[in-house]
């Protein structure tokens, strides 16, 4: 498994001009959606947000207004995936957030004390004293369960610390998608925050050096929403069940990153397409995938067909 070294860090210094990666589709019950469809259209290339104090933090730069961007329907508990253009390679925490819109999403700017978080991905610590982060090109979850009904924004955030601070200024890759939630429940969402403020920069997590002494780790922000389960289970559990699998491009062996015992798909059934469910709770479809990809746990609720392209960072 790889693990970046000072070196492998320092020399992204130099190259990180080209090819950045921006998440730029949605999946959602099995169909991998056009670019841009449901989520809000960038405009400055696929360079990263590292003001802390700017209004893109929320949903990137040109993304505070819906462009042509429209909305979809999904249900509370439904599965979805961000996917990027290329699969992300600075090594960093990655989160999902939402925010309720006063209106409707396409109308909402993301302003106020309404962003809250659905989940944090975080590094795996190996028993070499390596570290290992969950880099790939698609990140799948679940809206919560107890989500109540509206228009939300939805928001991916991936924060690049491999360049060490106070030298190198961490990294904002984001992109919001604009969902309907349908067939909600009845959680209140929280702790909310407002998205500029929500990391003032003072946080371990964002100025830590992670090739020294780099033993523990806290993603930035706040904490994830505990009550998000319909049940109103632990947020930890929910979290500690996300897999994220990547095969280094010379290899075509799936390394999983961090894993869990539940809804581990078995073979039956016809293919199933990339991208498309093929295991959960509940599932009762194919748990086969087409060739090149691969049935991944992502949660309790949803196995995906993902096959995963890893550039080597440089
Ligand atoms: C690791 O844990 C220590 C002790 O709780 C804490 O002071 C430090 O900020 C943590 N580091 C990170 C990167 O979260
Ligand atoms: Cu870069």
Known sequence: ????????????????????????????????????????????????????TSNDLRCNVGGETAGSTTTITVNAGDAFSFTADIAVYHDGPLSMYMAKAPTTAAAFDGSGQVWFKILDLGPTFNADGSSTWPLAQTYSYTIPPALPSGDYLLRIQQLAIHNPYPAGIPQFYISCAQITVTNGGTGTPGPLVSIPGFITGTEPGYTVNIYTDFTNYTVPGPAVWSGQSAGGAAATSVVGSS???????????????????????????????????CGGAGWTGSTVCTAGSTCTVTNQYYSQCLGWKYEEAG
Do not use: C, W
């Open 243 to 277: 897999t994220v699998v990547k095969t280094v491009a010379t290899s075509s062996t799936a390394v999983v990153v961090s894993s869990t015992t539940s809804a581990t798909a078995t073979a039956t059934g016809a293919a199933v397409a990339k991208y498309g469910q």
């Open 1 to 52: 498994m790889k693990s970046y070294s000072l070196f492998a860090g320092l020399s992204l210094l130099a190259s990180s001009a080209s090819a950045h990666y921006i998440f730029e589709q949605l999946t959602h019950a099995g169909t991998l959606y056009a670019a841009y469809q449901y989520i809000r259209t960038n405009t400055n290339y696929n360079s990263p947000v590292t003001d802390l």
